[in-house]
């Protein structure tokens, strides 16, 4: 195994985990946005008015796009899987 190859698996594992931790932050993070904007609009300084619309939109894509990541994690390792007698001589 070089470590060429070793980069490439490395670099396939990120590019993936890049992908699921950006479809659950994104949203989250405008939906923060626009809160605070609200807040900031309303002078309305309550910690859960900020916090209850990141959880629900979080649930939300969790379960409209858990389909999704899972089929992108479950790609991954079939590749991996697949490629182990490449990877091993």
């Keep these: 195994m070089t470590p060429e190859l070793v980069l ?3 670099n396939g594992a ?5 992908a699921l931790i950006l ?6 993070l405008s ?4 809160v605070a904007m609200f807040q900031a609009a ?9 916090f209850i619309p ?3 939109v979080t649930l939300a894509v969790l379960m409209i796009g858990g ?13 991996l899987i697949t490629n182990i007698p490449v990877l091993i001589g």
């Design 8 to 10: 490439t698996i490395f």
């Design 42 to 50: 309303t002078q309305i300084n309550e910690m859960t008015l900020s």
């Design 31 to 34: 939906v923060g946005l626009i």
């Design 67 to 79: 389909p999704w990541m899972l089929g992108l994690v479950l790609d991954y390792t079939r590749r």
């Design 23 to 28: 479809v659950i932050l994104l949203p989250a």
């Design 54 to 56: 990141k959880i629900i």
């Design 14 to 18: 990120l590019e993936v985990v890049l």
